[in-house]
């Protein structure tokens, strides 16, 4: 990985002088330089001294120093606003800003799912500040991946940028693999192999299991919809429909339920965050196989560069007109009633640009949610990455986040139903009866 290049104090007043920020060469391929353009000081930004406080997801924030390079860069052009960071556990995030926002004192940009927090009215509208950049950058909401930008948007108006953009992927042990004298997961293999290679794989006298679950719902609502179900339809306009009692979501369940009876996988902890359980003990020799992010690539190859890393995309199901995985997206809002809008849209636009997306992709493995993504050398010539590049092409959004009762009914069941409390029927109908107290009305 190519260390991020400082600028000095002439070479930024230069490119403070321009306002392209495309980070790619006429080649195509990503320019440093031109990566490192930053939008213009805005001069209508007061110059009264005030603090900006950030909020971010901790998993971009503990081992990179990135962002604290983009607030000293920041504070260099706008000498007048200091700016503070500050790093949580993502699944905590929501829960903070609205206890913020209801005690009238909220930070002023926050990492999140744009799209819930603006469903639960806990983010300011910001067409007009989207106007005023296109208006200066033509190309602006141009440079990002269309999916993302729906992340951001609700009742057709912008509440956020995005920043980052993920799905998942099958992350195996081709070593496994090769040992069991099995084929590669490649092509358009289904469940039924996936089963059988877990079966396969899993050595009991070794400590070694096949397939590593979790109870984690954006995880599993992947195997949920690629099944073909869903656990929640509708719109904003028309309002929404909880679906978690479905048959397809029962027999998805059901089916990873089963692979744990069997002894194919552990039986995953209920810890938040348990995901990070099976990642480490993938990487410990323990499982041969789990459905990961992309990032876990990443982290796996800059870590462990030896190890025999296989990638493919998710298994093909029954239901493969309508299977996809699942799509998450990250961006950068501004909550409800904070006090310095102007500025704190300044520095999402400084946090979204190509200076900083590009070093995010190359040290953290968190991939910018830009179009030059999927066609840019440098990431698809690392093979591992095709089949996150694919698999971003069929990914369903998660959207169950917008009602956080009716998402922990669910997350509730998964647990119900691996640690064979429930039968998956049993489980969902009882998460639709708890969820169904929520609202999901047309949304204001």
């Not at 995005?162 to 799905?167: A, G, K, M, N």
Request: glycine fraction near 8%; include cysteine; charge should be negative.
């Amino acid at each position: 990985m190519r260390t991020l290049i400082f600028l000095t104090s002439a070479v930024l007043i230069l490119l403070l002088m321009g306002c392209g920020q495309t980070g790619l060469s006429d080649s195509g391929d990503l320019d440093e330089l031109a990566a490192g353009n930053l939008p213009p000081r805005n001069p209508n930004i007061s110059p009264e001294p005030i603090t900006l406080e950030v909020w971010l997801d901790i998993d971009f924030t503990r081992d990179s120093n990135l962002f604290e390079a983009l607030v000293r860069d920041f504070e260099r052009v706008y000498p007048e606003v200091k700016v503070k960071l500050f790093s949580f556990v993502r699944e905590s995030i929501p829960q903070k800003v609205e206890l913020a926002v209801l005690s009238g004192i909220p930070p002023d940009v926050v990492q999140g799912h744009v799209y819930a927090v603006a469903g639960r009215g806990l983010a300011e509208p910001l067409d007009e500040q989207w106007q005023a950049w296109s208006e200066t950058d033509p190309a602006a909401a141009g440079q990002f991946i269309d999916s993302a930008l729906a992340e951001v948007t609700w009742k057709d108006k912008r509440y956020g940028v995005p920043l980052d953009i993920y799905t998942l992927v099958l992350i195996y042990n081709r070593e496994h693999f090769s040992e069991a004298n099995l084929p590669y997961p490649e092509g358009d293999y289904d469940l039924f192999y996936l089963r059988r290679a877990a079966e396969i794989l899993t050595e009991p006298e070794r400590d070694r299991y096949g397939m590593g679950f979790t109870t984690d719902p954006w995880y599993v609502y992947a195997w949920v919809t690629g099944a073909g179900g869903d656990v929640l339809v509708g719109s904003p306009e028309e309002g929404f429909t909880l679906t978690l009692d479905q048959q397809t979501n029962a027999d998805a369940l059901r089916f990873l339920s089963d692979m744990i009876e069997a002894g194919y996988g552990p039986r995953p902890t209920t810890r938040p965050r348990d995901y990070e359980d099976r990642r480490q003990m993938f990487l410990d020799g323990q499982i041969s196989m789990y459905f990961g992010e992309s990032q876990d690539i990443h982290l796996i190859q800059s870590t462990q560069p030896d190890f025999p890393l296989g990638v493919a995309q998710l298994p093909t199901t029954p239901a493969r007109d309508s299977a996809a995985s699942v799509l998450g997206s990250s961006g950068l809002f501004i909550p409800k009633g904070a006090q310095h809008k102007a500025v704190a849209f300044e520095f999402i636009k400084w946090a979204t640009s190509d200076r900083y997306a590009v070093p995010m992709a190359r040290r953290l493995g968190r991939y910018p949610a830009k179009n030059w993504l999927q066609t840019s050398p440098e990431f698809t010539e690392n093979l591992s990455l095709i089949p996150f590049f694919n698999q971003l092409n069929d990914a369903r959004p998660y959207r169950l986040d917008l009602f956080p009762l009716a998402e922990e009914a669910f997350g509730d069941a998964i647990k119900a139903t691996f640690y064979d409390i429930a039968t998956p029927a049993e489980a969902l109908q009882a998460a639709q009866t708890i969820g169904g107290n929520t609202t999901l009305g047309p949304a204001p």
